[in-house]
C-alpha cells in the first residue's frame, strides 16, 4: 500500500491548482520566495502579476484548511504585504473536497478574511476565474 505524507499530499493539490491555471491560460510564476518585514522568507506557490488596475495576486492552495495553516497564511501575509504594492492582494484555494461546512472550516474561513485573504474553494473555482486573468 502507497502511503502519502501531508507534504506529498500538498503538493499534490499544488499541482491540481497549477494544471487548472494551465488548461485556462492563466500566466504566473511559481514557487516565488518574498522577504517580509521580519526578514523572514515566505514562499507563495504561485503569483499573477498585476497589469493596468489589476493588482498583484498571490496564491496559496491550501489542501487541508486547519488552525495551524490559518495562523500561519495570516502571519506570513501580514509580514509579506506592507512590502509589496499596496493592492497586492492574497488568495487562498483551499481543497475543501472534505471538511467543507465543519465548525473548525467556517472559523478558519472567517479568520483569514478578516485579514483580507479571500479563500476560494476549489469545488467552485470556475466561479471564480474571473480573478486570476489579467
Given amino acids: 500500500m502507497l502511503a502519502l505524507s501531508e507534504n506529498n499530499?500538498?503538493?499534490?493539490?499544488?499541482?491540481?491548482?497549477?494544471?487548472?491555471?494551465?488548461?485556462?491560460?492563466?500566466?504566473?510564476?511559481?514557487?516565488i520566495g518574498i522577504t517580509g518585514k521580519s526578514g523572514l522568507n515566505t514562499k507563495y506557490d504561485f503569483v499573477i502579476p498585476g497589469h493596468n488596475d489589476t493588482?498583484?495576486?498571490?496564491?496559496?492552495?491550501?489542501?487541508?484548511?486547519?488552525s495551524d495553516i490559518t495562523k500561519t497564511t495570516i502571519f506570513s501575509w501580514q509580514d509579506v504585504c506592507g512590502t509589496r504594492?499596496?493592492?497586492s492582494v492574497l488568495y487562498t484555494i483551499i481543497n475543501d473536497r472534505e471538511s467543507k461546512g465543519t465548525l473548525q472550516y467556517d472559523?478558519?474561513?472567517?479568520a483569514l478574511k478578516n485579514f483580507g485573504i479571500e479563500s476560494i474553494e476549489w469545488s467552485s473555482?470556475?466561479?471564480?476565474?474571473h480573478l486570476?486573468?489579467?
Fill in 55 to 66: 493588482p498583484e495576486r498571490f496564491i496559496a492552495p491550501i489542501n487541508k484548511l486547519r
Fill in 9 to 31: 499530499i500538498r503538493t499534490i493539490f499544488a499541482d491540481d491548482v497549477k494544471a487548472y491555471f494551465d488548461k485556462n491560460d492563466i500566466r504566473y510564476t511559481q514557487d
Fill in 132 to 134: 486570476f486573468s489579467a
Fill in 85 to 87: 504594492p499596496d493592492k
Fill in 125 to 129: 473555482i470556475d466561479k471564480k476565474l
Fill in 107 to 110: 472559523s478558519n474561513i472567517k
